[in-house]
């Protein structure tokens, strides 16, 4: 004869928050090699057990014809016996106590479905009484009703709560439309207002729809603009859109330069800022003991141009001597200033000593 043991564990729901006990049996059986291969009067017949299972037990040196069998129930079903699981013996070819599992409480089926809900449950076929379940929105969504129901006599408490989008009132109510019909704090997906423009905004107004939490609005109300700003030395081409002007060009006057090139758009009633009309440089500003070739009396060059000057001859650059041949300086016009480095253009007659 010999002998091996074997665990059989089980889960059990122990109270109403839905929490796991494992229960772990170790379940000794005695085999006799002698026995093996013939059936033992009086030995019982494992039994089934409605709507449980059995853990078969026997003891050690306990002859098969008083052993005893213990049993456990499927979720929601206890034995009848009471306790987490039953017990039976075996005697004479009977087992003893009634293998019956009976319904613990009422059960529920599993909650309802919410649509762009969450709901944080294991799946089950059925649930006991007093189970809870609690349902969370999908982002962007707002839950509607009360976020959790509870398993009572065989049904949810209370009806599920839905999971909807809302719009709030569209920007710039009250400043730039006014709303027609359903003034309301929030609005469905699927609602819609009749608006119209408010001075200085323009626009026929319309139809808005909220979908997806955003206003879908067919036109726009556009705010009037004022007149395009003015510049110095120069001034702008109006270019006509829609009811009024809301582009324009700049020029500038002769000798002149724009500081950018292009137009300005008016957008919500308000001009960015407009180029600038840079000034020209004047080449005859340099005194005549600077030396310099051919200056004319007055020469202009414009704003960004480089002007390359020219000692007289027999003279050089008084403070850039770098050899016998440094004639020439180049000078830069920047917004009427003439930029030409550390020092000025001054030419001087070369001293040998």
Not at 201 to 230: F, H, I
Not at 240 to 252: A, F, L, M, S
Not at 278 to 299: G, H, M, Q, V, W
Not at 328 to 344: A, R, T
Request: glycine share 8%; proline share 6%; aromatic share 12%.
């Amino acid at each position: 004869m010999f002998y091996s043991f074997h665990f059989y564990c089980i889960y059990h729901l122990i109270n109403m928050k839905s929490s796991l006990t494992l229960l772990c049996l170790v379940v000794w059986v005695n085999v006799d090699a002698s026995s093996a291969q013939t059936e033992i009067e009086g030995a019982c017949i494992n039994p089934t057990v409605m709507n449980g299972f059995i853990v078969q037990s026997n003891e050690r040196n306990v002859d098969p014809r008083n052993s005893k069998i213990y049993y456990s129930c499927n979720v929601g079903f206890k034995p009848s016996t009471g306790g987490w699981w039953g017990e039976a013996t075996c005697t004479e070819g009977t087992w003893s106590g009634i293998l019956q599992c009976i319904a613990q409480g009422v059960i529920c089926d599993p909650p309802p479905k919410v649509e762009n809900a969450i709901v944080k449950i294991p799946y089950q076929n059925k649930y006991i009484e007093g189970f809870e379940v609690n349902y969370e929105c999908r982002k962007s969504f707002e839950i509607e009703g009360l976020k959790k129901l509870t398993c009572e006599n065989g049904s949810w408490t209370t009806s599920p709560p839905t999971c909807k989008q809302y719009c709030g009132k569209p920007e710039g109510t009250g400043k730039k439309i006014l709303i027609l019909d359903q003034v309301q704090k929030r609005y469905e997906n699927g609602n819609q207002i009749d608006y119209i423009c408010i001075s200085p905004y323009k626009g026929p107004g319309g139809k808005a729809t909220c979908q997806n939490r955003e206003w879908l609005m067919p036109v726009e109300c556009k705010a009037s603009c004022p007149d395009p700003p003015s510049i110095e030395n120069g001034d702008f081409i109006k270019e006509k859109r829609d009811e009024g002007i809301t582009e324009v060009y700049y020029q500038c006057s002769r000798r002149y330069t724009l500081s950018f090139t292009g137009s300005i758009r008016c957008q919500n009633g308000i001009w960015p800022s407009p180029p600038k009309c840079l000034r020209p440089c004047e080449i005859s500003t340099f005194d005549a003991e600077y030396n310099l070739k051919n200056l004319p009396k007055k020469y202009y060059t414009a704003h960004g141009e480089k002007k390359t000057l020219q000692c007289k001859e027999g003279y050089y650059h008084k403070y850039k001597i770098l050899g016998w041949n440094i004639v020439e300086i180049e000078v830069k016009c920047d917004d009427g200033e003439m930029q030409y480095g550390e020092h000025k253009p001054i030419c001087a007659i070369l001293i040998h000593r």
